[in-house]
Nanobody, 129 residues
């Protein structure tokens, strides 16, 4: 069964780049039909979708974040990476990676909290000087 684990710094300074990696075990990130996603949850707010990279390598970003987000992958390490540029304190959140079937991608884009899939446990990132 697929397991996902986020890793990265817990504290980032404003204007810097937030970089998180999701290590995947029990499945391949090239498995047909699956999308490897990043979601965040700021304090007191709902889950928000940032983007995903498909099994094919195609990437899709939320319009809210598209100007400053990048998702890439390393198939040799079976992991994928989120980069969020020019962060501000408003980017403070718990960040999750998730595996979602293609059938669930419409739900993920609009209502991540109602989307089924395999999720990592999440990692807290604070943006502060």
């Amino acid at each position: 069964q697929a397991q996902l684990q986020e890793s990265g710094p817990g504290l980032v300074k404003p204007s810097q780049t937030l970089s998180l990696t999701c290590a995947v075990s029990g499945d391949s990130i090239t498995s047909p039909g699956y999308y490897w996603s990043w979601i965040c949850q700021p304090p007191g707010e709902d889950l928000e979708w940032l983007g995903y990279i498909a099994y094919s390598g195609s990437v899709y970003y939320s319009p809210v974040f598209s100007s400053r987000v990048s998702i890439s992958r390393d198939t040799s390490k079976n992991q994928f990476t989120l980069r969020l540029f020019a962060v501000t304190p408003e980017d403070t959140a718990v960040y999750y990676c998730a595996r979602v079937h293609v059938d669930q991608t419409p739900s993920l884009r609009s209502h991540p909290s109602k989307t089924t899939g395999r999720w990592g446990q999440g990692t807290q990132v604070t943006v502060s000087s």
